[in-house]
C-alpha cells in the first residue's frame, strides 16, 4: 500500500501563485504526476515527472506550471504561477507502485477574485 499526502489548495488570485506538495509514503521508482478535475468534467493530467527528471505537461499549463521532485524525500511539487479561472480544479496526485495506481485524497483549488 502506497499513502500520498497532499497539501497547499487554497483559494487565490487570477495572475497568482500555490504551490502543491504531495509526499508518499514509499519510495517510487516511476512516474510522479498531478492531475485535476473540474466539476463536470474527466479527470486529466497536468504534469508528470520520472524520477531521472524527465517531465510532461498538458499544453494548457506549460510555460505556467512547473513540477519538481525529491526523490530522498519521496515528494512531489506542483508549482502554478500565472494562474486562471479555468485552473480551478481538485488536484490530485498520482502514482503508480508495483503496478498499481494510487491517489491522493485531492485538495481544491480555485481561481477566483
Known amino acids: 500500500q502506497v499513502q500520498l499526502v497532499e497539501s497547499g489548495g487554497g483559494l487565490v488570485q487570477p495572475g497568482g501563485s500555490l504551490r502543491l506538495s504531495c509526499a508518499a509514503s514509499?519510495?517510487?521508482?516511476?512516474?510522479m504526476d498531478w492531475y485535476r478535475q473540474a466539476p463536470g468534467k474527466q479527470r486529466d493530467l497536468v504534469a508528470a515527472?520520472?524520477?531521472?527528471?524527465?517531465?510532461r505537461y498538458a499544453d494548457s499549463v506549460k510555460g505556467r506550471f512547473t513540477i519538481s521532485r525529491d526523490n530522498a524525500e519521496n515528494t512531489v511539487y506542483l508549482q502554478m504561477n500565472s494562474m486562471k479561472s479555468e485552473d480551478t480544479a481538485v488536484y490530485f496526485c498520482?502514482?503508480?507502485?508495483?503496478?498499481?495506481?494510487?491517489w491522493g485524497q485531492g485538495t481544491q483549488v480555485t481561481v477566483s477574485s
Open positions: 514509499v519510495s517510487i521508482a516511476r512516474s
Open positions: 498520482h502514482v503508480i507502485h508495483q503496478w498499481r495506481h494510487y
Open positions: 515527472m520520472q524520477r531521472d527528471g524527465t517531465t
